[in-house]
Each structure stands twice: as structure tokens, then as C-alpha cells.
């Protein structure tokens, strides 16, 4: 990574304080603070800037995203010459995950810089800190290049928080867990469609997990079964599985 | 783009003719030619190399689309400024479809790079054109690095033969998409006319999908074929096609 003396504008910015809290996280001092500013801006806390547009983290959130699918395939292509790409991809998508988004933003403790308007977000989702880690990583590429934004996300992130012998081994059927674990625990459970696809206006399912009649979490999506696993995958990381 | 210059490793090499196709439809000489050859091996034509191991393109293919789908992110990104992340995902996934893939391969004329085992390739599948120009994408990344790629694929590919007013305005036609996975799945399937427009008072026609007997889902519109299409859409969302 480049040279790390403090840049003379950063003594003069009336962001002095976000500059160097970011300096401490990141471990690099940002060129172009709005960016950063931006990236932690959750859509519940956005301001309407032109008919139809937020400044929202959505499209940083959208360019991250590639970013991070593209440092991470050309670093599994390389840390594994002799895994076929059906092992490639089942760990990319390991890596790439919500749950490890999540967790990623929790350690660099990306959660004090979010800007959420908690009034307006009425349905609690459970990856705004992970969608912020995405978009950081898009404002982190749009600031300093992509050659930066991979050096970062190799050396502070995959190398120091993530276990790759864990990702490895680790199971992705969040269901399938969920399932094992309440029959171990002898406790019941049930999915709850609150809100049908099928027939609803955003052709969105909205299921939610009940285990021994307390409703434990709720996911969205367009497919019925993708919103159980997503709302499994969250009760796994509430309920510690 | 860089310099263009012959190198003076192509009058020596064994492999000069390819060399010299190469150069005529990408711009430029590649430096690893191995690479090259690589990415137009289909995994009908490999050979083991090594326990689990064979010498095909889709490690590479596994690579390029990463790569494809970053350069597109970032191309979309800057050009749509005032366009949410819902319109820049559903761009990026028309501009990257096998379909769009597969038609570029065909206008570059790879096709005629490709090292093919007609023996052993019983299922005809139809991305091979597709999934070579994925993989040649990764080849050259390999070999050029990430700046060289990208401004390939902008300056070559997008530039050139990409129509962007066509691709924005261009459907993703569901009910094809949904009618070839129930031939293939060996699935019955129909249309039925909940409410007939054309007698009804609102106008809206309300079309459900009945897959193998059971009702997947419904959809209105003022247009019965687009109340089809919206109904596919939902379909192709819920069965994970």
C-alpha cells in the first residue's frame, strides 16, 4: 500500500474528525471524503436529489459488489491452480456471502459510521451493514483505483478476518442446519408466509421464522425459497447455530 | 491501447500463424500465448492433467466473467449517474447473458479458434461460443492485467458491437426462457384466463401459470401477452430458472 503521511488537505477539511476516525479503520487517508460519506448512507436516511434518485449507498453498494466478485475470483484462481471451477465458484459464493458481509462490517466496525434514518426504516433488515461494507468497498475503488481497492481487500481484509480453511469446510444450507439444530434442540418451528408473492403488488415473499412461537427473523425475496434460506441464514447467525 | 509493434518473440515462436489470427481479431499480441490456447479448449477436448484436473477453458471462464461483470458494473456506473442500482442490475444482466455472449463470440469469430472434441461432446450445449469468449476475457487479463482488459472490453466489444439503446430497451422474454426449462424438466404447463379483459369492466386481464397442476402464480395487464410475460417473470423468479 502507498505511503501513509498525513495529506496536508486533510489538516484544512471540515471533515478533520471523519478523515481520520476512516484513516484509523481503513488504514489510509480517503482523497474524496464524499464518497465515504456516501457509502455509509443507508436509503432510509437519503435525501431525494433528482426525480426518481436517492443519494443513497444503493449504486455504490452495486459497483462494490463487482469489485469484490472480481478480487476474489482472481485470488481463489490463483491460491488454487488445481480446483476445478465448481470448487472455485462454491467458495467465492462462501466468501461473498451476506452472513460474512455482515460480519466483515461488524470487525472493521463500519456500524458508527452508517447514517440510518431509523423513523423511516420500518422493516429492520438485516444487512445494512453488510450492504455499507459493499458500498465502501465501491467508494474505496471509485476514490483510489481498482489496483487499490484489491490491495485493501486483500491485505485488510482476507488476510487478516478471514479463516479460508473455515470457509472450506463450512456448510452454505442455512435450512438445512436450521432444521438439524432445532431437531437436536427439540424445539419447533415453522416458516410463516406474511406476505404472498404470488399474489402481492412487488411480487415479493416476505417469510418469517417462528421456533417455539417467538418469531425469530424475516426475509424478503422473489423466490419463496430463497427467502427461507435467507431468513435461516439470519436466525443462524441471532441464535449462534 | 499500447503500442502495436511486432514483437520480436512472434518471429521466433512456434506458434507465429496463431500469433498473427490472434493479433487480426483482438488488436493486439499476446504475450502468454498459452493462455490463448487455453481459453478455446473446450472441456470436450482436454486432457487430464492432473487428479481431478483437466486442461479446459472453464477455470478461465470462471475468471473472465468476473471480470466481464466489474468492467460492465463500473461502464454502467459512470454512464447512467442519475439511474438506480434496479436499473443497473437489470442492465448488466442483459448486457452479460449467455445469449449476448454467445453472439459476441460469433462476431469475433472465435468459433474458429475453438478446439472442440465432437466425439465426446454428446450434449450439444449451445454456450460453447459463450463460455470461450468468457474464458479469452479471463486470458487476457491474465496476460495484459486489469487496465489492458478493460479497456479492451470497453474500446472492442461495448463500443463496437454493443447497441445500448437496444439493450435498454430490449425485454428479457420470460415466457421463452420458462417454456424451455419446462420442455427440459419434462413439466406440463398452461395459461389460464383468470379474468378476461375483453369483457371485464377494468380492462385487465389476470393470467395464472399452472405448472405440473399446481398454480405457480398470477399477473395482470391490460395486455394479455404481457400479463404472460409478468407471470413468466414471477415464475422464472420462484422456480430459480
Known amino acids: 500500500m502507498p505511503k501513509f503521511t498525513k495529506p496536508i488537505r486533510v489538516y484544512f477539511s471540515p471533515d478533520k474528525k471523519l478523515h481520520e476516525s476512516l484513516k484509523n479503520v481503513l488504514g489510509f487517508y480517503p482523497t474524496n471524503i464524499s464518497l465515504y460519506k456516501l457509502a455509509f448512507r443507508h436509503s432510509s436516511a437519503a435525501q431525494v436529489i433528482k426525480k426518481g434518485v436517492r443519494d443513497s449507498n444503493e449504486r455504490l453498494e452495486f459497483l462494490g ?27 467465492r459464493s462462501k466468501m461473498v456471502s451476506r452472513q460474512q458481509h455482515n460480519q466483515l462490517a461488524m470487525k472493521l466496525g463500519l456500524n458508527k ?4 434514518n431509523n423513523d423511516r426504516q420500518n422493516n429492520k433488515s438485516s444487512s445494512i451493514n453488510g ?15 481498482y489496483v487499490f481497492a484489491q490491495q485493501f481487500i486483500l491485505t485488510r481484509i482476507v488476510n487478516v478476518h478471514i479463516d479460508m480453511d473455515e470457509v472450506e469446510t463450512k456448510e452454505v444450507d442455512f435450512k438445512s442446519k436450521l432444521i438439524e439444530w432445532v431437531q437436536k434442540e427439540k424445539k419447533e418451528f415453522r416458516f410463516e408466509t406474511l406476505v404472498d408473492g ?27 425459497k430463497r427467502a427461507e434460506q435467507l431468513v435461516a441464514e439470519l436466525a443462524c447467525g441471532i441464535l449462534e447455530i
Open 198 to 224: 404470488a399474489s402481492s403488488d412487488d411480487k415479493l415473499y416476505c417469510i418469517q421464522l417462528v421456533v417455539d412461537n417467538e418469531a425469530i427473523g424475516k426475509a424478503q425475496h422473489f423466490s419463496k
Open 65 to 91: 459488489d463487482s469489485v469484490i466478485g472480481m478480487v476474489v475470483a482472481d485470488y481463489l484462481f490463483k491460491k488454487f491452480p488445481f480446483k476445478d471451477e465448481g470448487f472455485l465458484t462454491k467458495m
Open 131 to 145: 450492504d455499507a461494507y459493499e458500498a465502501l468497498i465501491g467508494a474505496i475503488y471509485l476514490d483510489k483505483g
Open 113 to 116: 459510521f452508517l447514517e440510518v
